[in-house]
């Protein structure tokens, strides 16, 4: 079975399906291939930054992130007592011209992908088409595929964007030895549970340190029954010689981390009780790849967590997906559906990313935990400003903001399309 499209869009998670929209609005035809047979609303929360915003809002798909997500007001620190650390304000509240969205990512991911089955047509999205390898000659592409109905298909095309996540077939034929995922010595579990408000009922909050047990905690949905409930999306994070399976739906264990976390019961927030009403639990471990030196080949290429995964210690795997996209259409526009064009997206985007994979690492917005539990020695503060200044704070999280993309000034002073 052989068919033909303009540019094969290997994968319809966030980065392929932001992909898809952007092509389609630069006039430049395309059509998405994805291995499952329907997209379920799978994982947890995700946070997207204005930076990325700023790229969905281009893409006309404001008011529905608005009307489905929470739009956050301040991102918050406290240690592992419920102390309070720092506070900053998120999103507009911050100065930015676009707001900050803390979001199931299912429903992120539904948004998406009604919208290209509205713009593109129903058949712009091929479910059940698992991409095996793909080969290339001096004017296409030639995709290979499993189908989940039995057989294969090939699929020409002008140039291949593989969007495939962190399992991408297309950057292990680029890459054959790369090897195993670089753990970082910290394993994480996530859930989502029903409650009521909390803060602001629109904050980020991040709690406690690795070695001790660290929490992150925003609502994702607002209003979800008559009780006036939240979803509340949860992570707790803390440092295991052993990674668990690298699988983003894989089931976690109550008792593999709820000893860290038991005696949280903080007048803001009762940490352990919403825990232990979670209905589902799942585990992943906090793992990336080194950054690679090359993502186009001809006229392969990659994007998002094929491309770059990273550690999610920052709220960027998603946002840097989503950025990848309009940047690698800017050059299709510039240069056609040549090498040319995937190259210089490369050339572009691999450092960019790579910095940010870099400083997920070694320093995280949640970095400003860490100076506090080391500085205090894991031990209640009577006085922060005698352990830490709000001016050092401030500067751990301004850095990650200039590295990633996301300072205020920064990016009012860069186009859309070439955000990095």
Not at 32 to 51: D, F, R
Not at 208 to 227: A, F, H, T
Request: hydrophobic share 40%; with cysteine; charged share 20%.
């Amino acid at each position: 079975m052989e068919e033909k499209c303009e540019v094969l869009i290997v994968g319809a998670g966030i980065g392929g399906l932001t992909l898809a929209l952007s092509l389609h609005q630069a006039g430049i035809s395309c059509r998405v291939y994805e291995a499952v047979e329907a997209i379920k609303p799978l994982g947890a929360g995700i946070n997207v930054l204005p930076h990325a915003v700023r790229v969905l809002d281009g893409l006309g798909l404001m008011d529905t992130l608005a009307a489905t997500g929470i739009t956050t007001k301040e991102s918050i620190f406290f240690n592992k007592f419920g102390q309070f650390v720092l506070s900053e304000p998120a999103g507009r509240a911050a100065g930015y011209d676009w707001p900050q969205f803390s979001i199931h990512r299912g429903d992120l991911q539904r948004i998406l992908l009604q919208a290209v089955q509205n713009r593109l047509g129903s058949e712009s999205v091929l479910f059940g088409h698992r991409c095996t390898s793909a080969t290339q000659s001096e004017t296409g592409i030639t995709a290979n595929f499993e189908c989940s109905s039995g057989g294969t298909a090939s699929i020409q095309a002008s140039i291949i964007v593989a969007c495939d996540g962190i399992h991408s077939a297309i950057r292990k034929q680029l890459y054959p030895n790369e090897g195993a995922p670089r753990y970082s010595g910290v394993n994480m579990w996530r859930g989502t549970t029903p409650m009521k408000p909390f803060l602001s009922g629109a904050s980020m909050v991040r709690a406690g340190w690795l070695s001790v047990g660290k929490m992150v905690i925003y609502p994702i949905r607002d209003n979800i029954d008559e009780q006036g409930n939240q979803l509340i999306n949860w992570v707790a994070e803390i440092e295991s010689p052993r990674p668990a399976q690298r699988d983003w739906n894989g089931a976690g264990r109550l008792e593999d981390f709820f000893p860290a976390f038991e005696d949280w019961h903080f007048d803001w927030l009762d940490v352990a009780a919403m825990i232990q009403q979670t209905e589902t639990i799942l585990e992943y471990p906090m793992v990336d790849q080194d950054p690679l030196p090359q993502w186009s080949f001809g006229r392969i290429t990659l994007l998002g967590d094929a491309a770059h995964p990273m550690v999610p210690r920052g709220s960027n795997g998603a946002g840097q997906a989503i950025l990848d996209a309009p940047c690698l259409v800017q050059q299709l526009k510039k240069f056609g559906l040549t090498p040319q064009a995937l190259a210089e997206y490369d050339r572009i985007r691999v450092k960019a990313t790579g910095d940010v994979v870099l400083m997920n690492r070694v320093a995280p917005p949640d970095t400003i935990l860490k100076e506090v539990h080391e500085r205090t020695h894991g031990k209640p503060f009577k006085n922060l400003d005698d352990v830490i200044s709000q001016a050092d704070l401030l500067e751990i999280s301004n850095r990650y903001k200039r590295v990633a993309g996301f300072k205020v000034e920064d990016l009012r002073k860069t186009p859309a399309a070439s955000n990095s």
